[in-house]
């Protein structure tokens, strides 16, 4: 099947399927659907991938609607498995453990014949985990891990490679290398502790950045480093928000420069850029970093309020999942031949993520990438973002 065809058909659908979803909610909302085959062969005669489908039914387990970028996973996933002729069950568990567990039961006793799970806790799945294993039915953990054998596969981007890119960042942009006796101060929001990729994306940063810290060239005035102390329950603005005003009236209110502030994503940085923009005492531009481009902080970006994000396409991601689920549905062999069908930068992993101890799981990781208020443009030839007028990034309607 051809990914342009697909592509296209997703940008087309995309603002249905957003308004479908809502753009948050406090209760699971599902949907159901289930298309018609593909009408027409691509343009060089191959028949789309819905003729294969054979009727077969998916289940997508997203965690919330309250964060942008769950909205457009699933928007993305469902569009991409409808289009391709599978009948499609989308559930959002509003980050609630147990909904997400009874969400997925449902879709077992609704005989799905394959699970997409993005989990909230990935630590807490064991019961409909081992439901879906009794049944037979292949697990597909998408974007976060989830600790058991029953998951079949992993879809996710090189969670550590977003951390790297953070820090390498930061690295670059103060020229920490020839920094002298020159000190930066700098601040760190991480993520959910739930969330499996939440370590990864932390290590990846301090991996980077611990040189600078140990040779005093980036200095932590908080003296808050560990992960425990500063994650963010349920990657929530808010929290990040409280904590960073907290920061900087205990630590910055007498005139200290803060000159960094790393965050794993994009949801805490905007409460750090809410708090530094409000409650910061200083007068220069603190760098602040983040992950997923969500249209609030790529406009933080336009106007120089946050320094970057490291973006995601969750388009390719879906494409990605699609492809491998195709296989596993056809009973075709999986290993790392499949990439070739996807034409996206991606790279098949069998040793880095165990959903048990010494139990690998085979990963498919795509490639993230760095965006900064110069080349905002490269999101544009997504096809997935267009530049309003006004300068700033919209998702395509």
């Known amino acids: 099947m051809k990914r342009k065809l697909l592509s296209v058909m997703l940008i087309a659908a995309m603002t249905a399927a957003l308004t479908a979803c ?45 964060l942008e970028r769950w909205n457009r996973d699933g928007a993305y996933l469902d569009e991409q498995f409808q289009s391709a002729g599978y009948e499609t069950v989308l559930t959002y568990s509003d980050n609630d453990t147990e909904q997400q567990v009874n969400d997925i039961q449902n879709m077992l006793a609704d005989g799905v014949d394959l699970l997409i799970v993005a989990a909230i806790d990935g630590e807490t799945m064991n019961t409909c985990m081992n439901e879906a294993a009794e049944a037979g039915v292949p697990v597909i953990a998408y974007d976060r891990l989830i600790m058991n054998d029953a998951v079949s596969y992993y879809v996710s981007f090189d969670n550590y490679t977003v951390g790297t890119l953070q820090g390498q960042f930061i690295v670059e942009t ?14 760190i929001t991480a993520g959910d ?62 005139g200290t420069q803060l000159d960094v502030w790393l965050c794993s994503n994009d949801s805490t940085a905007l409460g750090v850029a809410q708090a530094v923009t409000s409650d910061y005492a200083g007068s220069n531009s603190v760098l602040i970093t983040g992950q997923d481009g969500d249209e609030a902080n790529l406009a933080n970006i336009v106007d120089g309020v946050q320094t970057m994000t490291v973006y995601k396409n969750v388009s390719n991601e879906s494409i990605v999942t699609l492809s491998l689920a195709q296989a ?70």
């Open 22 to 66: 809502g753009g948050s909610s406090s209760s699971s909302s599902t949907e159901e659907a289930s298309t018609e085959a593909a009408e027409e062969s691509t343009d060089d005669g191959e028949e789309a991938a819905s003729t294969e489908s054979g009727g077969q039914k998916v289940g997508i387990s997203m965690p919330t609607q309250s």
């Open 174 to 187: 103060l020229d920490l290398d020839n920094a002298g006796d020159t000190v930066y101060n700098m601040e």
């Open 193 to 254: 502790p739930a969330d499996n990729n939440a370590g990864y994306f932390y290590q990846g940063e301090i991996d980077v950045l611990q040189p600078y810290m140990d040779a005093g060239t980036l200095n932590v005035v908080s003296g808050q480093t560990d992960f425990d102390t500063v994650a963010t329950d349920g990657w929530s603005t808010d929290t990040a928000l409280e904590r960073a005003q907290n920061v900087l009236a205990s630590y910055y209110a007498d």
């Open 328 to 397: 596993i549905l056809n009973g075709e062999t999986i290993d790392e031949s499949l990439i070739d069908s996807f034409g996206i930068d991606c790279a098949y992993d069998t040793e880095s993520y165990e959903t048990s101890d010494g139990n690998k799981c085979p990963s498919f990781l795509l490639v993230p990438s760095v965006i900064t208020v110069d080349n905002l443009e490269e999101l544009v030839d997504t096809g997935l973002y267009e530049m309003g007028d006004d300068g700033y990034l919209k998702a395509v309607q």
